[in-house]
C-alpha cells in the first residue's frame, strides 16, 4: 500500500448562484420543482447499506401547500433504532482502519456531487419539503453543506497533523486522534438542510459510526442527501438514517453501554433533557460520551444613535424575516433608539410592505410557510396575545392563515417594556419585537440584552460611533457567540464565522470549524525510545 503524507485541496467557499429571471440555475431548479411535485416519492430508511420498508407510512406535505403529497416516508420503531446501532458497530472497525485520505476522499466526492448533478435536486428538495425560497435554499442546501464537507476535510487533516513539537534525541513523540469507541448519535432539525447534512458526516468523517435521526419534517431533503452519500462511497453501516419517535429513539440509544456521543441541534428543552438523561445512564456507558448541541436563540440586534438608517433598517428585516424568521440565528428582538425610530419604522414598514407571501414554486415570493402546524397555531397564539395587551402593539403584519398553507404574516410588534414576553421567549417565526430606548439609556441596554432571556446565539450592533462598537462589543460578549458589526445577525459562513453560542443557546463547540472536529476524536500520545536505560540507578545516587 502507498504511503504519503497528503494535501487536500484548498477549500474555497461555494459560489452562490442568483437564480435571476433567464438564467440557466433558474430553469433547472424549476425542472426540479416540477419534477418533485409530478411525482410521489417512497422515502425507505438506511440502516446498514439496506433500505427498510415498514408500510408504517407517513405523508410529506409542503408547508405552503398541505393539500400536496410529495411523498411518504416509512416509520420505524426500537427494534430499528438497535438494528441501526448494530448495523454501525459491525462496520465500525473498518471504517476506523480505513486511512483517513480515503474517508477524506469520500466526502470531497459528495460535496462535488451536491454542487454538481444533484444541487437542483437537493435544492428543490429543501423548497418543497421545509419552504425555503430558492435563494435560502440555495445558500443552505447547495453552498453549506457543500462548505462543511470540503472545509471540514481540511481542518481533519489539520488535525492529524498537529504532533508535538519537541522529541528529544533517542526518541520520538507523537499524537494520534482515535474515533470514540462505540456510536454517535446525530439528532438534526428541520430549518437546514446543511446542518442535517453536517452532523453526522462531520463525527464519520473523523473515523466513527453513525445513527442518524433528522426531524420528520426535513426527511424529504435528508433522503436526497443519504443517496449523494451512497453514491459518494460511504460504506454500508456507516451513516444509518432512521425515522422514529424521538423519545423511543432515546430509549434504546441512552441505555447503550457503546453510546460515544451526540450531535445535536434543536431545542434548548430537548438538548436538556438529553443530557440529563445521559447522566442518569453515565454509569452504563464504556466511556465519557461526547455532548455537543447548537439549541435556540433570542437574538438580538442593538441600534445606536449614530447609526445609519438604511444600513440599520435592511438588517432588521432581513435577519428577522428571512426563511420566516426560522433560524436559529434569526434577528427577534430589536432595540432603537427614540431619535432613530421615526425613520427606521418608515423604512421598515415600506419594506414589509413589499413583501410578497406564497408558495416557494413563484420565485417574487420573500415570504414563505412555516414547518407545521403546531408553529403555525404558537405563532398565532402569541400574536393574538399582542392584540389584547396594552403593552404591546402590533404596527405590521397581524394576520395569518393555514387554509392552503401555514402562513404567518410578517408581524412586528412595538413592546413598552423591555420584558415583555415576546422580547424574551423563542418564537422561531415571523414575529419581531421592538423595544424604543432613550438615547441617553443606550448603556443601560448593554444590562437589559444580556439578562433578558437565557439563550446566548447572536447578535449584532448597527453604529457609526467606534466607542459605541466598542462599549457593545465588550459588555455583550457573553450575549452572543456569533456578533456581528454593522450587519444582521443571520449568515455565519462556514470557514468564515464557525458558529454556535453558549448558555441556554449550546456548547458553543462551532459548526465549520476545527474545534467542533476535535470533539469526535480521542488523542492518544505515543512515546517511543530508542535506546532505553537498562540500570534504574540515577546519578544522583553516585557516591562523592
Not at 437564480?19 to 440555475?25: K, L, P
Not at 427494534?79 to 458497530?89: E, G, M, N, R
Amino acid at each position: 500500500m502507498s504511503k504519503g503524507f497528503f494535501n487536500v485541496p484548498v477549500p474555497v467557499n461555494e459560489p452562490v448562484l442568483s437564480y435571476a429571471a433567464g438564467s440557466a440555475e433558474r430553469k433547472l431548479l424549476q425542472q426540479a420543482l416540477q419534477s418533485a411535485l409530478s411525482t410521489e416519492a417512497d422515502i425507505p430508511m438506511y440502516i446498514g447499506g439496506k433500505e427498510i420498508r415498514t408500510g408504517n407510512r407517513f405523508a410529506v406535505r409542503p408547508p405552503h401547500n398541505h393539500g400536496h403529497v410529495l411523498g411518504y416516508y416509512h416509520y420505524g420503531d426500537k427494534s430499528h433504532v438497535q438494528a441501526a446501532i448494530d448495523a454501525a458497530l459491525a462496520a465500525k472497525s473498518a471504517w476506523e482502519d480505513l486511512p483517513w485520505e480515503q474517508r477524506a476522499a469520500i466526502f470531497l466526492k459528495a460535496a462535488d456531487l451536491i454542487a454538481g448533478p444533484y444541487r437542483y435536486r437537493l435544492n428543490a428538495a429543501t423548497m418543497l419539503g421545509q419552504s425555503k425560497n430558492a435563494y435560502q435554499a440555495e445558500i443552505d442546501s447547495a453552498c453549506e453543506i457543500v462548505d462543511f464537507l470540503r472545509f471540514n476535510v481540511k481542518y481533519m487533516a489539520e488535525i492529524y497533523s498537529q504532533q508535538p513539537p519537541v522529541s528529544p534525541r533517542g526518541s520520538w513523540n507523537r499524537v494520534e486522534q482515535r474515533p470514540l469507541e462505540g456510536f454517535v448519535f446525530a439528532l438534526t432539525p428541520f430549518n437546514f438542510t446543511a446542518i442535517a447534512g453536517n452532523l453526522p458526516t462531520s463525527a464519520a468523517m473523523m473515523g466513527n459510526v453513525v445513527v442518524w435521526k433528522p426531524a420528520n419534517t426535513q426527511v424529504y431533503s435528508a433522503h436526497v442527501l443519504m443517496e449523494v452519500f451512497r453514491e459518494a462511497g460511504v460504506p454500508d453501516g456507516v451513516i444509518n438514517l432512521v425515522y422514529v419517535d424521538g423519545p423511543e429513539a432515546g430509549d434504546v440509544i441512552f441505555k447503550h453501554p457503546d453510546f460515544a456521543g451526540i450531535h445535536f441541534t434543536g431545542s434548548t428543552a430537548v438538548f436538556q433533557n438529553i443530557w440529563k438523561t445521559i447522566g442518569e445512564n453515565i454509569h452504563r456507558y464504556r466511556s465519557y460520551p461526547r455532548i455537543v448541541g447548537e439549541t435556540g436563540g433570542k437574538d438580538f440586534i442593538l441600534v445606536h444613535a449614530s447609526a445609519d438608517v438604511k444600513a440599520a433598517s435592511t438588517a432588521i428585516v432581513r435577519g428577522a424575516f428571512e426563511y420566516q424568521g426560522q433560524k436559529c440565528s434569526a434577528a427577534s428582538r430589536v432595540y432603537i433608539p427614540r431619535s432613530l425610530w421615526p425613520e427606521i419604522k418608515d423604512r421598515m414598514l415600506q419594506d414589509i410592505a413589499s413583501f410578497k407571501v406564497g408558495p416557494v414554486e413563484d420565485f417574487s415570493n420573500f415570504v414563505n410557510a412555516v414547518i407545521d402546524e403546531k408553529s403555525f397555531d404558537k405563532l398565532a397564539n402569541y400574536i393574538d396575545g399582542a392584540k389584547a395587551d396594552p403593552d404591546a402593539e402590533i404596527i405590521a403584519g397581524g394576520t395569518y392563515d393555514k387554509s392552503k398553507g401555514y402562513f404567518i404574516y410578517p408581524t412586528v410588534i412595538v413592546a413598552k417594556r423591555p420584558d415583555y414576553v415576546t422580547m424574551c421567549e423563542e418564537l422561531f417565526g415571523p414575529v419581531l419585537t421592538v423595544y424604543v430606548y432613550d438615547d441617553e439609556q443606550w448603556e443601560e441596554m448593554f444590562e437589559v440584552i444580556d439578562k433578558t432571556s437565557i439563550y446566548a446565539l447572536t447578535g449584532a450592533v448597527i453604529a457609526q460611533d467606534r466607542y459605541a462598537i466598542s462599549q457593545a462589543t465588550h459588555s455583550l460578549r457573553h450575549a452572543a457567540g456569533n456578533f456581528y458589526i454593522n450587519d444582521k445577525c443571520t449568515g455565519a459562513v462556514v470557514g468564515q464565522q464557525p458558529f454556535g453560542g453558549a448558555r441556554g443557546s449550546g456548547t458553543n463547540d462551532k459548526a465549520g470549524s476545527m474545534i467542533n472536529l476535535l470533539r469526535w476524536v480521542s488523542p492518544r500520545t505515543i512515546k517511543e525510545t530508542f535506546d532505553p536505560p537498562t540500570d534504574y540507578r540515577y546519578p544522583f545516587l553516585e557516591q562523592e
